[in-house]
T-cell receptor, first 111, second 115 residues
Framework: DAKTTQPNSMESNEEEPVHLPCNHS???????IHWYRQLPSQGPEYVIH???SNVNNRMASLAIAEDRKSSTLILHRATLRDAAVYYC????????????FGTGTLLAVQP | GAVVSQHPSRVICKSGTSVKIECRSL??????MFWYRQFPKQSLMLMAT?????????EQGVEKDKFLINHASLTLSTLTVTSAHPEDSSFYIC???????????FGDGTRLSIL
């Protein structure tokens, strides 16, 4: 099963961009790259996902390396509400849409 | 607004009690629902995958007789923790998806405390 590697923690300042990296060197051709985040005592929240091309939505941007072995979640202007654990997950087995969570990156945002 | 509703949000009960947790998809038909468990300061652990009208698929190490899952309709799945004991105390989270590579939508979780 393809796994992802993320830094345990990162810090950012409010209103500055944040780049959260994720390595997935054993990704298969059909694996989508999903990002979720979890605030304390809440269920995870979907952020963004993509396959090969870079993706943008109202929450973030996802930059995917050309060889797909790594990706970066970009928060354009961090706010205090963005402090959370961010999970980069590969979508195993398209039919079941199963997600296997790793340890994620704990993002701290300083005012 | 929330697309997946999970109830109750918190349960405190005595050892030996069976506890039922409901997960509802509010504005879409979820072909697949998932149940996770999360212990303090740990990541989410997938317990089982549930498809409407069929038996749930449990992950390795999860006791299916302990954690009963029913997915009777496209909008409702339930997890029953049978004869719960203190070691079952955890944060239980459900999610729903309409399948394929679409994102999962998560409930707010149920904090289960067994005394």
């Amino acid at each position: 099963d393809a796994k992802t590697t993320q830094p345990n923690s990162m810090e950012s300042n409010e209103e500055e961009p944040v780049h959260l990296p994720c390595n997935h060197s054993t990704i298969s051709g059909t694996d989508y790259i999903h990002w979720y985040r979890q605030l304390p005592s809440q269920g995870p929240e979907y952020v963004i996902h993509g396959l090969t091309s870079n993706v943008n939505n109202r929450m973030a941007s996802l930059a995917i390396a050309e060889d797909r072995k790594s990706s970066t979640l970009i928060l354009h202007r961090a706010t205090l509400r963005d402090a959370a654990v961010y999970y980069c997950i590969l979508n195993y087995g398209g039919a079941t849409n199963k997600l296997i969570f790793g340890t994620g990156t704990l993002l701290a945002v300083q005012p | 607004g929330a697309v997946v509703s999970q109830h109750p949000s918190r349960v405190i009960c005595k050892s030996g009690t069976s506890v039922k947790i409901e997960c509802r998809s509010l504005d879409f038909q979820a072909t697949t629902m998932f149940w996770y468990r999360q212990f303090p300061k740990q990541s989410l652990m997938l317990m089982a995958t549930s498809n409407e009208g069929s038996k749930a698929t449990y992950e390795q190490g999860v006791e299916k007789d302990k954690f009963l899952i029913n997915h009777a309709s496209l909008t409702l799945s339930t997890l029953t923790v049978t004869s719960a004991h203190p070691e079952d105390s955890s944060f239980y989270i459900c999610s729903a998806s309409w399948g394929g590579d679409q994102p999962q939508h998560f409930g707010d979780g149920t904090r289960l405390s067994i005394l």
